[in-house]
């Protein structure tokens, strides 16, 4: 447990990204969009990620890599490169209480199930977590290999070759808070419920044929996210990205990486960027 401990960590603040709302907006299948016009000197770039997948799996197209090349900025959900944010996000993995403490009799044996169905695990190994970080490492778990990659931290990797700025369009801490009124613990154990290898294949099918529609068909689950939780965890984040992305552009060129989720819907960040009056057209392979 302990050995795989810092990779849990660092995916624990993406992993509910996973989860999205059915959108009525349809988009072309692409995970790579353009951002211009509306005054803009270059123009920018929006990639939607999965957060974790298998290295068989994991591929980084010359389209991306290509508009990558051309921005003089990254900017991630958060800074995963500054060590402070990263430290936060750590922390916040283990939770202030031991779940045996926290959760009642019904919650405790519900979990205990979801454990022994995945890998044989025990409540006592996971005690010292929060429910989001075993989330975390069932999702891990799902994908059913050792060599799991990261598309934000290859895009850091690559950033800090090229002396690329890094940003975050949130806070950590201010991430974390919001992660936190999300789900309910009732919520949270009926959504680790659902995760099971057939979950993982097919994002990954959806994810690398680019289906951005699909993708959001495939996980759209009322029993998963009720309409409170979607607008605190999508859209209301998106909108307040909206409020910082301008002036960002209007700077430099920007290569923006986010979940795949926030992409698409009517308050999905690409319809946002049109209504704000840009160009959003989708690179295609």
């Not at 801490?173 to 659902?194: C, M, R, V």
């Not at 993982?200 to 068909?217: F, P, R, W």
């Not at 552009?249 to 290569?255: I, L, R, T, Y």
Request: overall charge negative; hydrophobic content about 45%; glycine content about 6%.
């Amino acid at each position: 447990m302990k050995n795989v401990f810092k990779s849990i960590a660092a995916v624990a603040i993406f992993v509910f990204n996973l989860s999205v709302n059915a959108q009525t907006q349809k988009n072309e299948n692409s995970v790579l969009w353009e951002v211009s016009g509306k005054g803009l000197a270059k123009p920018s770039y929006l990639f939607g990620t999965i957060h974790m997948i298998c290295g068989k799996d994991f591929v980084m197209k010359p389209k991306a890599a290509d508009a990558f090349s051309k921005t003089s900025k990254l900017a991630l959900e958060i800074n995963m490169g500054d060590a402070e944010e990263l430290k936060i996000v750590q922390q916040a993995a283990m939770g202030k209480e031991p779940l045996s403490k926290t959760l009642s009799p019904k919650q405790i044996a519900q979990l205990e199930e979801v454990l022994k169905n995945n890998g044989g695990l025990t409540l006592t190994q996971v005690d010292s977590y929060t429910l989001e970080t075993i989330m975390s490492l069932l999702f891990m778990k799902s994908f059913g290999c050792a060599d799991l990659k990261f598309y934000e931290m290859e895009f850091l990797a690559k950033a800090k070759e090229s002396n690329k700025s890094i940003v975050g369009l949130e806070k950590a801490a201010q991430q974390l808070d919001i992660l936190g009124k999300s789900f309910t613990d009732d919520e949270l154990i009926a959504y680790l419920q659902k995760i099971d290898t057939n979950m993982a294949d097919t994002m990954i099918k959806e994810y690398t044929s680019e289906d951005i529609n699909g993708l959001y068909a495939m996980t759209t689950d009322k029993e998963l996210m009720s309409t409170s939780t979607k607008e605190t965890l999508l859209d209301d984040r998106n909108v307040n990205w909206l409020k910082i992305m301008p002036e960002m552009m209007q700077k430099e060129s920007v290569f923006f990486a986010v979940g795949a989720a926030h992409l698409a819907g009517d308050l999905g960040v690409i319809n946002l960027l049109k209504k704000a009056g840009y160009t959003v057209k989708p690179i295609m392979n």
